[in-house]
């Protein structure tokens, strides 16, 4: 059993959507809105969202469903929302280590997933900033949109609709750890080619290896394989 809730306009769908746990017992209970004015992305990062241009959705889902690590949790989540998107648009879509959704080369989808514990229950709180119908980004020059990668104008109800009923699928699935990090390896943004990092204030080049399956990402780079949390190098594109 699922609920889908719509508020018009408000603050952040994972802080409201602790609202709507309080009365509903149903499995996955979502909350989305066009009109989000204080996103949050991962690590304190902010997601500014121009209003009725853009989705954001958050889905609540007892943690207890889930027997892999939150970090392969994480990674399941972003294979999830890539593979919504390719079906949606045709394309090629790439997760960003750790879950960043990119569309050609754009940053499309920014995702935060928290652990809360509600009226005594622990959920796992998925929320997903969708670009959608965008088409300026002055200030953030990596991101985009649906339109502007695709040049398709999206009904924002019915991929709201469309998304809540494919999460609730693939969600209710119970992969293997090992199989979410091949499949998340295998859908990863610039994995095995040349690229620029950010590392302590300083640039140089690297090759992006593989994710595994403590969060670190493994990188080859000018002085050998090094691994590194999220937030400790920087990927440059």
Not at 178 to 183: Q, T
Request: glycine residues 6%.
């Amino acid at each position: 059993m699922s609920q889908l809730f719509y508020l018009k306009k408000c603050s952040s769908t994972n802080d409201e959507i602790s609202k709507f746990l309080l009365y509903e017992s149903s499995d996955f209970i979502s909350l989305h809105t066009f009109n989000q004015t204080k996103g949050r992305g991962q690590y304190g990062n902010t997601w500014s969202s121009t209003a009725e241009k853009n989705l954001a959705f958050t889905l609540a889902v007892k943690t207890g469903r889930f027997t892999i690590s939150d970090f392969m949790f994480n990674y399941y989540t972003a294979i999830v929302i890539s593979d919504f998107l390719a079906n949606l648009t045709g394309n090629p879509v790439k997760i960003k280590w750790p879950n960043d959704i990119i569309l050609k080369n754009k940053k499309i989808v920014g995702i935060l997933i928290e652990k809360k514990k509600i009226n005594q229950n622990n959920y796992f709180i998925i929320g997903g900033g969708f670009n959608i119908l965008q088409e300026k980004f002055d200030e953030i020059s990596n991101a985009g949109s649906l339109l502007t990668q695709t040049g398709k104008h999206f009904n924002l109800d019915e991929l709201a609709l469309n998304l809540h009923d494919f999460l609730i699928e693939k969600l209710s699935a119970n992969p293997s750890e090992k199989e979410i990090l091949d499949r998340f390896n295998a859908n990863l943004f610039r994995k095995d080619e040349i690229s620029v990092f950010e590392l302590d204030g300083k640039r140089q080049n690297g090759i992006i290896r593989n994710a595994d399956e403590n969060g670190e990402l493994w990188i080859e780079l000018e002085d050998g394989l090094k691994s590194f949390y999220h937030k400790e190098i920087k990927l440059l594109y």
